[in-house]
């Protein structure tokens, strides 16, 4: 069960909400009082926080830019000072989306849903693993432990088809296609330069023989 916390002085407001979102499968909280906020709010490890700009003793967007120094979890601004400055300043500060009071319930838990909808997908795609290797897709880089190392496109884009496809041989002929676009062409040996590449920058990182050659048939890589 998904928990979300509402940062919101209105107890009222509060507890409506906390039964509405109760009612609808998620598990709710509210702050009791605003004193170090963000450590509150960071200690309760919520799911999604639903924040208010108009805060006693801190401002909501201040507190939106401390948080997201310490944590990337979703917010949503829920607030009745609906104007297009308000709601630029809190997505600039890394606001995942904005409500304006007053507001249908409906639509509320429709936004919601679309940010966990969001957040999940983008989680799931955002790394790609083989044993000790993780691709980050958002960064274009290979991680292996604490090791961060650079990778080309061609390279990023070899090292993910062939992780996409681990336990199976991936023919040149699907590599080349894979790699084609309309900026580049990719023939055989640039290919095989690029193999090579990406064979030396796992090497640097210890990994010996990831990348396999299938003689007449082409590559795999091994779960390291």
Request: hydrophobic residues 35%.
């Amino acid at each position: 069960m998904k928990r979300i916390l509402i940062v919101e002085d209105d107890k009222e407001l509060c507890n409506e909400l906390k039964t509405l979102l109760e009612r609808n499968g998620y598990e709710a909280s509210f702050l009791e009082n605003f004193n170090e906020a963000c450590k509150q709010i960071i200690d309760y490890d919520p799911d999604m926080v639903l924040l208010d700009i108009n805060l006693p003793m801190v401002d909501g967007q201040g507190l939106l830019k401390e948080l997201r120094k310490e944590s990337d979890v979703p917010v949503i601004m829920v607030t009745s000072q609906n104007t297009e400055m308000n709601e630029l300043l809190c997505l600039s500060f890394g606001a995942d989306d904005f409500v304006a009071k007053p507001y249908n319930p409906s639509i509320l838990l429709l936004h919601i849903e679309a940010v966990f909808k969001r957040i999940g997908k983008s989680d799931k795609e955002s790394e790609l693993r083989c044993g000790s290797i993780t691709l980050d897709t958002g960064r274009s880089v290979m991680k292996i432990g604490d090791s961060v190392t650079e990778l080309t496109k061609n390279e990023f884009k070899i090292l993910g088809f062939l992780i996409k496809n681990k336990g199976s041989i991936v023919s040149r002929d699907d590599l080349m296609n894979y790699l084609w676009d309309s900026e580049e062409f990719v023939d055989d040996n640039t290919l095989t330069v690029n193999i090579n590449r990406v064979r030396k920058k796992l090497e640097e990182q210890g990994l010996i023989d990831v990348i396999k050659t299938k003689r007449g048939q082409g590559y795999i890589i091994d779960e390291n």
